[in-house]
């Protein structure tokens, strides 16, 4: 597999409050693990400015005014009790969205088999018309919109392993056949969506988790509802919200996963990759607090896309 690494120093530039859980050592932590001698096989390129406007693509006509009015020239504004916007943010946002969509380009255009996007802030629970959850804008939702628009995919699929429910990625899609969500998430937990019974056109797929569950509620899961669902949908392209906070270490949840865990749900999503779709992945960064069990998350998976 050829596999390309999308990053940006300049990700550590959204500031956000001491202690608070998504920070800028996340992205240096995740920086740090790829740049060892294990990763040598990655082709790597710098996230360009991508053009925020494409936000439009899923947000409502007040989301990106709202956040600019919001935005301070310097130090940190308050969005909602745990979203935080700096004088660089949206910056930072437009960048890995540029960062996102170049890696689309590179895999659609058959430059590399898959990718993997070290990009922060988060966006899976950006909303149609509200930022939340450390979220700015939905940048994995931008992406598949583009996919639709620039190369007129025609079915993308977007699967989130990060231990909270994608309620912003859920919100946009929920009445758009032509994109399939599906998220494994613990239950109860932030946000609080990602019931079973929410399932959209029949193109949502929830399979929420207990506190505490680990290796074998995981499997079952992917087993039995979010795999043989993905694989009847025949993605066009497969898109993943790549948290690693189901990871036993992770502060701000309950899952028992560890690194092995995460090589192995990558290594099934690859396999109806393979078949349905000419192994085209776009991966994204979203959530993980810890930094060893971020590292640990990010190399399996990594590893995984690179040796298939």
């Not at 890995?96 to 170049?102: H, K, V």
């Not at 895999?107 to 930022?131: K, M, S």
């Not at 583009?146 to 699929?157: F, L, S, T």
Request: a negative charge.
């Amino acid at each position: 597999m050829t596999t390309l690494l999308v990053s940006q120093p300049n990700f550590a530039d959204h500031l956000t409050p001491p202690g608070h859980p998504e920070r800028a050592d996340r992205i240096r932590a995740v920086d740090d693990v790829l740049a060892t001698s294990q990763f040598d096989g990655l082709l790597r390129r710098e996230a360009p400015y991508g053009d925020i406007l494409l936000a439009e693509l899923v947000h409502d006509a007040h989301y990106l005014p709202q956040m600019r009015h919001i935005r301070p020239a310097e130090g940190m504004a308050q969005i909602d009790s745990d979203t935080f916007i700096s004088g660089k943010s949206l910056d930072v946002v437009a960048t890995g969205l540029g960062g996102a969509l170049a890696a689309l380009d590179a895999v659609l255009l058959g430059e590399a088999d898959n990718a993997f996007c070290a990009i922060r802030p988060p966006g899976h629970h950006a909303e149609i018309a509200r930022p939340m959850g450390f979220c700015l804008i939905n940048t994995v939702a931008v992406t598949a919109r583009e996919a639709q628009r620039k190369y007129g995919a025609d079915r993308v699929a977007i699967v989130d392993f990060d231990v909270h429910h994608g309620n912003g990625t859920q919100d946009i899609f929920k009445d758009d056949a032509s994109v399939f969500y599906a998220s494994s998430h613990q239950m109860p937990l932030f946000p609080g969506t990602g019931h079973p019974d929410e399932t959209g056109l029949g193109n949502i797929v929830n399979a929420p988790l207990r506190d505490g569950s680990g290796r074998e509620a995981m499997r079952e899961a992917y087993l039995d509802r979010i795999l043989p669902a993905l694989d009847n949908f025949a993605p066009d392209l497969m898109l993943i919200s790549a948290g690693f906070d189901a990871h036993r270490l992770d502060p701000l949840a309950g899952l028992e996963w560890e690194d092995e865990d995460f090589a192995w749900v990558t290594g099934k999503l690859m396999d109806i990759a393979g078949r349905r779709c000419g192994n085209r992945i776009v991966s994204l960064l979203e959530g993980g607090y810890d930094l060893k069990g971020l590292s640990g998350g990010v190399a399996h998976h990594v590893t995984t896309l690179l040796k298939g």
